[in-house]
């Protein structure tokens, strides 16, 4: 076993995902297979409808694999407890949470949950974990405020202090910079990369951002019609992947600036 395959968080073998309703089975994509390794920071891009969130959804056990295999830490996700898999896996969704009414702090103290006692008392070791999350995210100023007050910037990143509050090895977002300028764009994706540097935490995040997750990923998940490609993401332009993801008669991705381009 070399040194990469004995940080591999994540392993996923011929998985095939989608939906099934009354004992039919609608595939939305198969054969995926890839391994992520701790501390890596991974982007999911794809069309719209391609699949995305239905693959990340499966990966946090929300809903179940149609075929295949999930490996957490070598270990099936299927047989994790909810509560194990608590400790081992954040998850950030676009939907804005139902209780906006809390303040910032109770809305990030809500990631201890997994470790606080019953009445839910925060522990020193709790408080620092909050603390961090705050810091990390440059949200202690917005603490006291309530939710409804932020804006969709600030709520994303108390969404992934949470998150981080939650002190897992894995944490997975679902678009989260959806609705941001391009500022906040770049923002959230440079907090994501440094948290993971600096955290080893592994993050999976699914973008539209795809100019920018090329910047900034470790390896990228490329989700086409036919294939999802894993790969570093210069391997992946090297290899042509960003081309089939849209058709060519309106975009076409240029692989000497890595970006894409509107045909005229
Ligand atoms: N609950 C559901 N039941 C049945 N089909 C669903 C359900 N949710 C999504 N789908 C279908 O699964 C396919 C993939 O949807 P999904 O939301 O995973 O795509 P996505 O890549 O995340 O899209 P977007 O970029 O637009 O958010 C779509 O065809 C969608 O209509």
Redesign the pocket.
Known sequence: MNSEEKNIILQVQDLAVG?SKKGNN?I?AEAVNFSIVKGELVGLV?A???????LLRTLTGMQNALNGTILLNEKPLATYSPFQLATQLSVVLTEAPASKNLSVLEMISLGRQPYTNWIGTLSENDKKAVNFALDATETTTLAHRKCYELSDGQMQRVAIARALAQDTPIIILDEPTTHLDIYHRAYVLKLLKKLASETQKTILF?THEIDLAIQLTNKLLVMTSKNTYFDEPCKLIEAGRFNALFPKETIHFDGNTGRFVIKS
Request: charge should be positive; avoid cysteine; glycine fraction near 24%.
């Open positions: 939906y609608t939305v794809g719209n409808g391609i699949g995305k969130s239905t699914s």
